[in-house]
């Protein structure tokens, strides 16, 4: 089912500013929807943005109005550009395809399963310092 690579985490101050990318490598995908996760020591993973096939996008409440997703179809990538970072943002990031609820739109964040999603990244690091 191919695999996807993330890349662009690292370590940046609060308020600081971080682009992820996720690139689709040896298939292509056309699920209906597609997302990042962030996982955290203690926690589940959670959904952090969802994008689907007409563009509507979803995020977590703490996302709102600091991040925004997009998609290159064309180029099968995925972008999270992480404007004003915090602390409580620092997690592993994965990037999610292949949604198989299939052609159901992305669901709501809150009621996100990370077992709908078929193919994930191995995780990009966000560390965000006070």
């Known amino acids: 089912q191919g695999q996807l690579v993330e890349s662009g985490g690292g370590s940046v101050q609060a308020e600081g500013s971080l682009r992820l990318s996720c690139v689709v490598s040896g298939y292509t995908y056309g699920g209906s929807c597609v997302g990042w996760f962030r996982q955290v020591p203690g926690r589940e993973r959670e959904g952090v943005a969802f994008?689907?096939?007409?563009?509507?996008?979803r995020y977590s409440d703490s996302a709102k109005g600091r991040f925004t997703i997009s998609k290159d179809s064309a180029k099968n990538s995925l972008s999270l550009q992480m404007n004003s970072l915090k602390p409580e943002d620092t997690g592993l990031y994965y990037c999610?395809?292949?949604?198989?609820?299939?052609?159901?739109?992305?669901?709501?964040?809150?009621?996100?399963?990370?077992?709908?999603?078929?193919?994930w990244g191995q995780g990009t690091q966000v560390t965000v310092s006070s």
């Open positions: 999610a395809a292949n949604f198989f609820p299939w052609p159901a739109s992305c669901p709501v964040i809150a009621n996100a399963a990370p077992g709908d999603f078929r193919t």
């Open positions: 994008i689907g096939d007409d563009g509507f996008t």
